[in-house]
């Protein structure tokens, strides 16, 4: 039998982590990137050039009407997410969408229920599901090695208000977009609080009720930089109760100066605990359980690679098996997001249905 040709790609979008989605798909199997698509001429053009891309347009509506894809991937910013994806939908496209999924939770379903409805493979890019700990803690936690979850600790930290590591933020609109809520962004909580969201309850398992505070630090002369209204907020803290009783705290900052992007989970439980710290590793986390419960001592688990998102999106078209992360646990973090921003503004718990 001939072997099935690759799958044709396209990159809405060709920004800064456009290129993440280029490196990556370049070394998955399977498939071959053959357009990508931005409204600005050069970026495009550049991107191309870079990746040896055949084709480049001006808007997904070109695209799809003189291209021949199967499959899109979404990297614009937040609020086009949903308009760009049900158009791609609608034309019978499978789609890989950066996170957030949407900008709040009905419309995440919405985009759900549209990818399960044309029975087109969907996936939402949890970036950190990559990291192998992750998948090996998830399965050992939700196996009982660790008894019953008592205690949940999960952060992430950014530095880029403080540190010039990443760049300025005060001279770019790739950063200050994410500052202003009038370009669709939800913040720090929108932004990585729903990797953070996302990595600790794929072990830890649902959330029935949290409670979250937001703050907003002053930035600049009226906290605005030119078009730029710097109000979204750029702290987070939840507190949360998850279905299965444990108690947990969600931290996420860009005020964290000496930790650029470190993602920490520590799972506890009636028979030991877990602990993963980007910082020491991410090949490996850190196992407390028998005799070493009463020492206080640590063993290191070494985990090998894990298939990436790219790898998974790409398996899942060609199989028709849909795997995960899909849009309707993209939908369920966006419940969080919703739920976290009532609290916030009621200062009350809020319940998760
Ligand atoms: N998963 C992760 O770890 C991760 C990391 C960074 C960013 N992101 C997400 O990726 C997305 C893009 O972020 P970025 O940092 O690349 O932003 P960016 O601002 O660098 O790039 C966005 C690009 O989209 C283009 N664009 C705008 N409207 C468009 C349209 N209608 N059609 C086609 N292109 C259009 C812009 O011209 C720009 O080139 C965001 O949703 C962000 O949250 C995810």
Same mark, same amino acid.
């Given at each position: ?29 399977g ?9 600005? /001429?050069?970026?495009?053009?550049d ?9 480049t ?21 937040? /609020? ?19 996170? /957030? ?5 009905p ?12 029975g ?41 208000l ?19 809520s ?20 794929? /072990? ?5 009720s ?7 630090f ?62 020491r ?31 998974r ?41």
């Amino acid at each position: 039998m001939p072997a099935k040709p690759p799958t044709r790609l396209a990159i809405v979008g060709t920004g800064g982590m456009a290129n993440w989605h280029a490196r990556y798909f370049n070394k998955t199997r399977g498939c071959r990137i053959t357009a990508c698509v931005d409204t600005h /001429p050069e970026r495009v053009k550049d991107f191309a050039a870079n990746y040896s891309i055949a084709e480049t347009y001006g808007s997904t509506t070109e695209l799809l009407e003189k291209s021949d894809i199967d499959a899109v991937v979404i990297v614009t910013p937040d /609020p086009l997410h949903k308009p760009l994806a049900l158009e791609c939908i609608a034309a019978g496209k499978h789609v890989l969408c950066e996170k /957030p999924l949407a900008l709040n939770y009905p419309d995440a379903r919405a985009m759900a229920k549209a990818a399960q409805r044309a029975g087109v493979i969907n996936m939402v890019h949890f970036t950190y599901r990559n990291w192998s700990p992750i998948q090996k803690i998830a399965d050992m936690v939700q196996a009982g090695k660790i008894g019953e979850i008592r205690h949940v600790e999960a952060s992430y930290h950014q530095a880029w208000l403080v540190s010039k590591s990443w760049g300025d933020w005060r001279t770019s609109d790739a950063w200050l977009w994410r500052l202003d809520s009038s370009h669709g962004s939800k913040g720090v909580l929108g932004d990585i609080g729903v990797h953070i969201l996302d990595f600790a309850t794929f /072990p830890a398992g649902p959330i029935k009720s949290l409670f979250c505070q937001l703050k907003t630090f002053s930035k600049a002369p009226r906290n605005r930089i030119g078009k730029y209204k710097l109000d979204a907020n750029d702290t987070a803290v939840i507190t949360a109760e998850f279905a299965n009783g444990a108690i947990g705290s969600f931290q996420t900052t860009r005020w964290m100066p000496g930790h650029q992007n470190r993602l920490f989970l520590k799972i506890s439980g009636t028979k030991g605990s877990v602990s993963f710290d980007s910082e020491r590793s991410i090949e490996a986390f850190e196992i407390c359980t028998g005799a070493d419960i009463d020492q206080d001592s640590w063993k290191t688990v070494a985990v090998k690679p894990t298939p990436t998102l790219q790898d998974r999106f790409i398996r899942s078209i060609r199989s028709g098996k849909q795997e995960q992360p899909d849009f309707a646990r993209g939908a369920e973090i966006q419940k969080l997001l919703d739920a976290s921003f009532e609290s916030h503004q009621r200062r009350v718990p809020v319940g998760i249905r």
